[in-house]
C-alpha cells in the first residue's frame, strides 16, 4: 500500500528537550515536505526536499531542522522545543512536477509545555 | 501575507444541499488549484484539482468553479451526504523553475458539516 507514515502520533514534551519526528514514504517520490497546521492558519511548509541531501526552507523555518540521508525519510528535528511549536505536523511527499498533488502522512500532534 | 483566501470558516448544511467553499488568491503564478479533503484524525487528501485555462472541473459530486479574471475558484458539492463532512483546504501550487520549490499555498480551511 502506497503510504506516508509519521512517527509517534502523538508527543508531550517540555521545553528545551530535543526531539525527533520522523517520516518516510514508499512511493519513491522525490519530493518531501513537512508542514504545520494550526487553527485559522491552515498549512504552512516548514521545510522540503527535493532529493537526497537536497534541503531548503519552506515559509515557517525557524525553529526546525531536517535531514535527507535516504529518499524514502525526512526526519523534522527540533533541538529545543518552544511552546509556540505546539501544533499539529504533517510530512507529504510528491512526484517532481506534481506539486498539487502532495500525499499527506497521518500526523504529529506535539504539544510542548 | 495570506495568499490564498477561503470562506466561510464553517458551513453546516442539510443532506442533499449543495454547499459551496469560495476561495481567492492574488499570485497569477499559481499553475494548479487542488482542493484537499480532511477527516478528523487524518492528513489531508486531494480531491479534485483544477487548471487555471480549465473555467469548470467536475469528478462524481465533487465540482471546482474557476473564474480566472477574478482570481478566484470555488467547490460546490452536489447531493451532499453526511459522509462529506470534514475539513476542506482550497490550495494553490507553484511551478518549479529549475527544479526549486513545488510548495502548497493553504487556504485556512472549512470546517462543513452535513445534517441527517
Known amino acids: 500500500e502506497a503510504q506516508v507514515t509519521q512517527n509517534p502520533r502523538y508527543l508531550i514534551t517540555v521545553t528545551g528537550k530535543k526531539l525527533t519526528v520522523t517520516c518516510s514514504q514508499n512511493?519513491?517520490?522525490?519530493?518531501m515536505s513537512w508542514y504545520r497546521q494550526d487553527p485559522g492558519l491552515g498549512l504552512r511548509q516548514i521545510y522540503y526536499s527535493m532529493n537526497v541531501e537536497v534541503t531548503d526552507k519552506g515559509d515557517v523555518p525557524e525553529g526546525y531542522k531536517v535531514s535527507r540521508k535516504e529518499k524514502r525519510n525526512f526526519p523534522l528535528i527540533l533541538e529545543s522545543p518552544s511552546p509556540n511549536q505546539t501544533s499539529l505536523y504533517f510530512c507529504?511527499?510528491?512526484?517532481?512536477?506534481?506539486?498539487?498533488?502532495?500525499?499527506f502522512g497521518p500526523g504529529t500532534r506535539l504539544t510542548v509545555t | 501575507q495570506q495568499q490564498v483566501k477561503q470562506s466561510p470558516q464553517s458551513l453546516i448544511v442539510q443532506k442533499g444541499g449543495i454547499p459551496i467553499i469560495n476561495c481567492a488568491y492574488e499570485n497569477t503564478a499559481f499553475d494548479y488549484f487542488p482542493w484537499y479533503q480532511q477527516f478528523p484524525g487524518k492528513g489531508p487528501a486531494l480531491l479534485i484539482a483544477i487548471r487555471p485555462d480549465v473555467s469548470e472541473k467536475k469528478e462524481g459530486r465533487f465540482t471546482i468553479s474557476f473564474n480566472k479574471s477574478a482570481k478566484q475558484f470555488s467547490l460546490h458539492i452536489m447531493d451532499s451526504q453526511p459522509g462529506d463532512s470534514a475539513t476542506y483546504f482550497c490550495?494553490?501550487?507553484?511551478?518549479?523553475?529549475?527544479?526549486?520549490?513545488?510548495?502548497?499555498?493553504f487556504g485556512t480551511g472549512t470546517r462543513l458539516t452535513i445534517i441527517p
Open positions: 507529504a511527499s510528491q512526484r517532481a512536477g506534481r506539486g498539487y498533488e502532495q500525499y
Open positions: 512511493m519513491n517520490h522525490e519530493y
Open positions: 490550495a494553490a501550487s507553484t511551478k518549479a523553475a529549475n527544479f526549486g520549490n513545488e510548495k502548497l499555498t
